[in-house]
């Protein structure tokens, strides 16, 4: 195999994420964190039906955070590099664009959340519960329409770490099969990453590991969201850009993950809005932190502003690869 025959590699990302804008959420019976969630969920019962020992299980969870993640890592690797090494470029490419585009849930978490709000514009309440429990694990049977607002904007505000930022940002990094290790821990942390018998042993490595590889894009995505967002928010809610971000910043942490309330509370302050408080999982209430300090009785129209939020920040995404992938070209076209 040749360098010099090795494709430009931003155009595959540009192409992913280009998927993902338009055609998110397809083929999903060939996605991979279905696989990922049968193999991780196959390893779970036999390792709770082999034993209950918190030593044991703390050990088995090591096993479970290290294997699965890295079987799709060094899976994905191989069936990349020998398609290439063999000559097989345009398979390799495809698969590749392929794999990016349905391990970035952008599009399908907005169709998701706009689903919600068409139900709630309809005045079918039972419709947005039905809705919102696709994309939440709290109990959505008896909510109100506050509460579904503010689990909707809960979810979206999280998932623009969890399902866009942290998967292109190991895209960029590492292509697939980085991309692949971190979407297969992500899976883990959700099926076993509770603090509650007995996942609390099992599960205490992938909710670890996922709170170290996000650690940074939840960052990042705080500080991009505020930057592109904040002047905007600022005049629509009378207050200064400052303002804006320190309230962000303010809450940052305000959640059980020390990750998931960076994007939460970017979103919070750019709306106005005062969501968390805590939620109801399996008939028993969860109290968490409130984050924000805007209003806790929430209106259609904070979740479509949250929802316009999400939207553009995805086509600024999509542009800003794009032009990175002109500059890069550009650049190689002035130096070839």
């Not at 063999?86 to 585009?101: E, K, M, N, Q, R």
């Not at 952008?106 to 689903?115: I, P, Y």
């Not at 290790?181 to 007995?198: E, F, M, N, R």
């Not at 979103?267 to 209430?285: D, N």
Request: charged content about 15%.
């Amino acid at each position: 195999m040749n360098v010099s025959e090795i494709r430009p590699f931003p155009i595959l990302v540009f192409l992913s994420l280009l998927l993902d804008t338009f055609w998110g959420g397809l083929f999903y019976r060939f996605h991979p964190v279905v696989a990922m969630g049968f193999v991780g969920r196959f390893l779970e019962e036999r390792f709770l039906a082999l034993t209950r020992s918190p030593v044991v299980l703390r050990i088995l969870g090591v096993f479970l955070a290290l294997t699965v993640p890295g079987s799709f890592l060094i899976g994905s690797a191989v069936v990349l590099f020998d398609l290439a090494v063999d000559g097989h470029w345009l398979l390799a490419d495809s698969l590749t664009v392929f794999w990016g585009y349905q391990l970035l849930a952008g599009r399908s978490l907005e169709t998701h959340v706009d689903a919600v709000l068409r139900r709630l514009a309809e005045g079918d309440l039972s419709g947005a519960r039905t809705s919102l429990s696709m994309i939440v694990g709290r109990d959505t049977g008896n909510l109100d329409q506050t509460g579904i607002l503010r689990g909707a904007i809960e979810s979206l505000s999280e998932n623009a770490t969890d399902a866009l930022c942290a998967p292109l940002f190991f895209l960029v990094l590492g292509g697939v099969p980085l991309m692949m290790g971190y979407k297969a821990v992500s899976t883990l942390d959700s099926q076993v990453g509770y603090k509650s018998p007995p996942y609390q042993d099992l599960g205490w490595a992938s909710a670890r590991l996922d709170d170290l590889l996000a650690f940074l894009p939840a960052r990042l995505t705080l500080i991009a969201l505020v930057l592109l967002f904040g002047g905007t928010a600022a005049r629509e809610r009378g207050v200064t850009r400052r303002q804006v971000f320190s309230e962000a910043w303010k809450y940052r942490l305000a959640h059980p993950s020390p990750n998931s309330a960076h994007s939460m509370s970017a979103v919070a302050a750019l709306v106005g809005v005062r969501i968390g408080g805590g939620a109801s999982y399996g008939g028993v209430w969860s109290p968490k932190p409130w984050i924000g300090d805007g209003r806790e009785d929430l209106t259609e129209k904070d979740l479509q502003k949250s929802l316009g939020i999400f939207r553009h920040f995805r086509w600024i995404l999509l542009g800003g690869v794009g032009l990175g992938v002109l500059f890069l070209e550009g650049l190689s076209f002035w130096k070839g």
